[in-house]
């Protein structure tokens, strides 16, 4: 009797809850999920964040990028050994100033005396065979001898010739001089920056640099721009670079844009010539330049860029009072507090300048 009313009992509550379920599950139910990338943020939440219309700033158009001082194209020479040999005697030291033509390091190189022999054979060579084609010329207007005869006399004065201009170019890389002495002279006027050459040493040719000269007053900056700043970059765009070792700003502008990125650093170099040069800078010094764009460019506070999964940047655009969308975009590196927007954005979109991490706890912000 107890177990057929506890099983009645049961079958009336299932059937009273089962009546409610409908009716519960209504009231509890959520709203229906935002797409990716949207956010709907909460009335109380407003006050956190601030909307700025994006617009161009000709004024913050820049970007930063480490630099380094460097020789022009041309400025500095590393002289090596022509030929095998020994250095006889050294004739200047590092920091000496040389001008064009200075003797440097004096060589005895064996070779160099079967290069000058070679050339005075050439020459002479090239004597005898003038005057055989002469004589055959003369014989020939006279009727004495044949036209092969003068034929075959002109093509060795023309085999002659070719060997004396060998020869000559052979020794070109000997230098002036007599017997095996070979003697390394300035190419330019400058500064002796190193030497390696020492009396006694044994030489060979193309081996290690014996001394290298260069001219301090060739110099230029070279700034390493990375591969998605370089359409910012101009010819032409002024420039600011400031050194640690240089009391003023220095002020110029961009020479020339590298063509190639390297592979590793994913940089290109940009030249920067300076419009005076500044007597204490130094080949190898480093510093930092500022390059201003000769656009107006779109440009942020740094803080209105969120990093997503440590590389992504993205920023928040406003679709209507509560609801913002998440957009990635392109941006330079961060100059003064600001970054350029390379790609992503079109002027006058309502962008959360501030605040924006409270619509993406996942984020990290750029700076």
């Known amino acids: 009797m107890n177990r057929t009313l506890l099983l009645g009992l049961w079958a009336f509550s299932a059937a009273c809850s089962g009546a409610g379920t409908p009716s519960a599950s209504a009231e509890r139910a959520a709203p229906a999920p935002l797409k990716e990338g949207v956010v709907q943020l909460a009335e109380a939440s407003r006050a956190f964040i601030t909307v700025t219309p994006v617009k161009a700033d000709a004024s913050s158009a820049a970007l930063q990028a480490p630099a380094r001082v460097a020789f022009r194209d041309g400025a500095l020479s590393r002289l090596v050994a022509p030929l095998a040999g020994r250095v006889v005697s050294v004739h200047v030291r590092t920091g000496d100033t040389v001008k064009p033509g200075d003797a440097l390091v004096t060589l005895d190189c064996p070779e160099a005396a079967a290069s000058r022999t070679a050339v005075a054979t050439a020459t002479a060579a090239l004597r005898e065979a003038q005057s055989a084609f002469e004589r055959e010329a003369r014989m020939f207007e006279q009727g004495v001898t044949t036209e092969r005869e003068r034929l075959s006399a002109e093509t060795r004065l023309a085999e002659a010739r070719a060997e004396l201009a060998r020869a000559q170019a ?17 190419p330019m006027a400058g500064t002796v920056l190193g030497r390696s050459a020492a009396e006694g040493i044994a030489v060979q040719p193309g081996g290690d640099v014996l001394v290298e000269v260069g001219d301090p007053s060739a110099l230029w900056v070279m700034a390493d721009v990375f591969e ?14 400031t050194m640690p070792s240089v009391h003023a700003p220095l ?36 510093g ?38 998440r957009r990635p975009v392109v941006v330079a590196q961060p100059v003064e507090g600001r970054v350029q927007v390379i790609a992503g954005l079109s002027p006058g979109d309502p962008v959360v300048t501030r605040g924006a991490l409270l619509l993406d706890g996942a984020a990290d912000q750029l700076l």
């Open 228 to 241: 998605r700043d370089l359409p910012l970059v101009r010819e032409g765009a002024r420039v600011r670079v």
């Open 288 to 325: 930092r330049v500022r390059i201003d764009s000769p656009d107006a460019s779109l440009t942020l506070p740094v803080e209105a860029v969120l990093l997503r999964n440590g590389k992504d940047s993205v920023v928040y655009v406003q679709q209507d009072a509560g609801t913002f969308e």
């Open 170 to 186: 052979s020794v070109g890389f000997v230098g002036t001089g007599s017997g095996t002495t070979v003697v390394l002279r300035a």
């Open 251 to 286: 002020e110029g502008k961009v020479d020339s844009v590298g063509a190639v990125v390297a592979s590793g650093s994913r940089t290109a170099p940009v030249r920067i010539t300076l419009d005076t040069q500044e007597q204490s800078l130094r080949p190898g010094m480093f």
